[in-house]
Structures are given as structure tokens and as C-alpha cells.
């Protein structure tokens, strides 16, 4: 599920490096990372490791379900879990058990749970996918704060140190038909939440220090459709500036929606198609990259300029190799990404031209880092590829890990932060003797 060229730092405040004893990638913040696009400035990232090798620090279980990336602030590392509810069934029936959703947060040095805090419980809960979970909106942190998100089965601000609630939401509804799946987003005193269900689609601005609602705005297009499955989305959006002024970027099914981020007017609206878009969008080279998932074209690169419908404004379109849950990663004037069925290509990031591709045997749904040049791309069996970002293909290490991957990856100092459907790693390179 990109190296941003003008992206607002979202909700960051001035602190040093994680405290892994070398100097590395400042605090994990968010989906995709500080700067939102799956870009670490780490150098020294391990490249070979595996189970049982000197480079894992240490591998916490955490049990249940929840595709959750993990985040991580100083010295803790926080994620959302469910229990291994599979698939709820459509007719809503009332459990024995409640499900409950809960908040984990492991200590950076030794892997140890230092929070296991039961947030939220339900016994009638919406259908699920069985590729989903009810844990895969991933937290946002920052000093003090970690604002854990579970879609329309409750939004909740933590005090990190105590992990007491400070304010909690109940009341933001939607169904989600097949789970839950947008992360939240912090900037300018803001907390920013997607609901785009299969009854209703919004937009959502809380304060983030109260939780009480600012603004609120639905998505109000014609999607060409009845049909609630085909209006679901499942994107987190992006803050970017872009000719003078900042611009909240909020891809949906049919559509994306550039938003005043204080007031939550709409700006400009481009017009793409598809549905179930899940991929965070990327900024650089004056361009903004859109995943809309399904449809004839499913990846496009937009001039985020002017106001009203921008659709005029797509410079190019493709539909070839394109995932449908995975982020895309931006290296310069290169487009890289992983498709669900283990396609790895990169594209002319000017034009959208294919410059190569490459197959592997396996499903890929976590979206890719990329570190000092190198890519890495993590399978749902625990196959993890490292190839160079350039403009010829070259593999440089394949590891496996775990029992696959459908977080997405985290990066602390030197060290990756890795969840795989049972586990949590911390990984890095052994330090020389």
C-alpha cells in the first residue's frame, strides 16, 4: 500500500532520533511513514535476515486479527488488534461473545507489551471480508498521544505514558460492508477520519485535543451507481501544498476530493472511476499520483490545479501491473510498486511509461518500503524481496520471514519494525564487535 516533494510534516513536532543507539529515520508516525509515501532517510537498514538470524532484536506474538501497521514515538511501538473473527456473517446476528478491539503497545528495546488496553466491545457486528479485519486502520502518534481508529466501531485519543483514555467517539457511523480499512490523519490541530461506506461517504475533521467535531463534508458526487458495494473506499488522505495554498487529498470510489483542510470546503474535484481505493497518494514532480484500485484505469497522475471538477487536468492514466491494495513509492522521476499478485514494476513517473517489470510467485497486499536506495516488498507468506530503486532490475537479497505480511512496515533508527499475522520484529544489523 514516494518521496514527496511538498507534503506538510502532518502533526510532527521537533524530536530526535529513536533511541536504538544509532541515528536513523525520526519517529514512525503514521501509514507510510512521517512523510506519508513509505520513505525512510535510514541508512543501514538490514538487508538479509531471517528466522532465527542475529538480526532479529527480538519477536513478540500478538495474538488475534488485525492488519494494523504498526507506529512507532521514542521508545514504544503502538498497534491495533481484533480478535480471529474471520467473517461475520451479513445477517448481523447477535454474538455470545463480544468482539473486542483493543490497543497494543510494545516497548522499543526489549519487544516486552507494555500497554494491552481494551478499548472498545460490540456483540453485532457489520460482514467482514475475509480478507479484512476490524483492526486494520492503522494509529497515528505523537508527544503523548496516540489516536486509535477502528472505523465506525469507535474512534479513541490515548495518553501514551498511561494509556488512559482522554476522549473517545462512538457516534461516527457507517457500514463498511466488507471492514474497516482508512487510517486517521493529524495536521494543524486536526484528526481527520474516513467513512466511506456502503451506505453513506464522508469526510470528517475532529479536534484533536477534544475530539469534538470541526467540520464534516459528504462526499455529495454521482458514482453512477446504486449499488452501496461499489461506493466503498478504504483510502487515507494526504496533506499537500500545492500552488500557494495546503490541499487535503482524499481519494473515494468514482472520484478525489481536494479539501480546505481548516474549513473542509471542497477546492477541486478529478474524476477517475473505480472503487475500493486503498492506496495513500503520492506528491512530486508537480504531479499527484492516485490509486483508484479498480476500473479501466486504476493508476493516474493529476496537476492538482485550478478549482471545480480538475478532471482535464490528468496527465497520464495506466492500467497495467497497478495493485489494488498496496501503496505505490515515488524515488525521483520513478514510480515503484508491488501488485497483489507479486508483479513488481516501475514506471516513467512523467509519462506513466513502464521502464520494467519483474514477477514474483507470490500475493503481495502490505505496501513497500523504500530505504538508501533499496526496495523492500513483504508477501503474504513471509517472502521478502530487496531490490534496487533504479531504472534496471536488480535483486540484492530474498529473505523470508514469519507467516506472512499484511501490515505494512514501520522503520525505527536502524532497525525495521515488521508485523506478520502472529508477530511483531524488530530488526538490525548486529552491531560490529
Not at 514516494?2 to 513536532?13: E, F, N
Not at 463480544?98 to 478499548?119: E, F, R, W
Request: with cysteine; proline share 6%; glycine share 12%.
Amino acid at each position: 500500500m514516494r518521496a514527496i516533494a511538498a507534503v506538510l510534516a502532518v502533526g510532527l513536532c521537533a524530536v530526535g532520533f529513536v533511541e536504538t543507539g544509532r541515528a536513523g529515520e525520526a519517529n514512525w508516525n503514521q501509514f507510510r511513514g512521517p512523510r506519508g509515501d513509505g520513505s525512510t532517510t535510514a541508512k543501514g537498514l538490514p538487508t538479509k535476515f531471517g528466522e532465527g538470524s542475529p538480526e532479529i532484536v527480538w519477536k513478540t506474538p500478538v495474538t488475534g486479527r488485525a492488519w494494523s501497521s504498526p507506529v512507532v514515538w521514542g521508545d514504544q511501538v503502538w498497534l491495533t488488534n481484533a480478535p480471529e473473527v474471520q467473517n461475520a456473517p451479513k445477517e448481523k446476528p447477535k454474538l455470545d461473545t463480544p468482539i473486542a478491539l483493543s490497543a497494543v503497545c510494545l516497548d522499543l528495546n526489549s519487544g516486552k507489551v507494555i500497554h494491552d488496553l481494551k478499548l472498545f466491545e460490540f456483540d453485532t457486528p457489520q460482514f467482514t471480508h475475509a480478507t479484512n479485519s476490524y483492526g486494520s486502520p492503522t494509529p497515528f502518534i505523537e508527544e503523548g498521544r496516540v489516536y486509535i481508529h477502528f472505523g465506525a466501531y469507535g474512534t479513541a485519543c490515548l495518553d501514551t505514558k498511561t494509556g488512559q483514555k482522554i476522549w473517545e467517539r462512538l457516534d461516527l457511523k457507517c457500514d463498511h460492508f466488507r471492514g474497516p480499512g482508512s487510517s486517521p490523519v493529524v495536521h494543524g490541530g486536526l484528526l481527520y477520519l474516513t467513512f466511506d461506506g456502503y451506505d453513506q461517504q464522508y469526510i470528517t475533521a475532529l479536534n484533536k485535543l477534544t475530539g469534538k467535531s470541526v467540520w464534516k463534508q459528504d462526499r455529495n458526487i454521482d458514482f453512477g451507481t446504486t449499488d452501496g458495494d461499489a461506493k466503498k473506499g478504504y483510502s487515507t488522505p494526504l496533506i499537500i501544498q500545492a500552488g500557494g495554498r495546503e490541499l487535503l487529498i482524499s481519494p473515494f470510489a468514482a472520484a478525489t476530493i481536494a479539501y480546505d483542510p481548516k474549513s473542509g470546503d471542497p477546492v477541486w474535484t478529478v474524476r477517475h472511476g473505480g472503487m475500493n481505493a486503498a492506496g495513500r497518494p503520492l506528491f512530486g514532480n508537480g504531479l499527484l499520483y492516485i490509486n483508484s484500485a479498480d476500473g479501466p484505469n486504476p493508476l493516474v497522475a493529476v496537476k492538482p490545479d485550478g478549482e471545480g471538477d480538475i478532471t482535464k487536468n490528468i496527465a497520464w492514466k495506466t492500467n497495467k501491473s497497478v495493485p489494488k491494495r498496496a501503496s505505490q513509492l515515488l524515488v525521483g522521476d520513478l514510480m515503484f510498486m508491488m501488485n497483489d499478485g507479486g508483479v513488481a514494476s516501475c514506471l516513467n513517473a512523467m509519462t506513466g511509461v513502464e521502464v520494467w517489470t519483474k514477477r514474483f510467485d507470490d500475493n503481495y497486499w502490505a505496501s513497500p518500503l523504500v530505504a538508501d536506495g533499496l526496495i523492500y516488498c513483504f508477501s503474504q507468506t513471509g517472502n521478502i524481496p530487496v531490490f534496487k530503486a533504479g531504472r534496471e532490475f536488480e535483486l540484492v537479497a530474498e529473505n523470508k520471514l514469519g507467516d506472512g505480511f499484511n501490515a505494512s512496515p514501520a522503520v525505527a533508527g536502524r532497525s525495521l519494525i515488521l508485523r506478520s499475522k502472529t508477530h511483531v520484529y524488530r530488526i538490525e544489523t548486529p552491531a560490529a564487535k
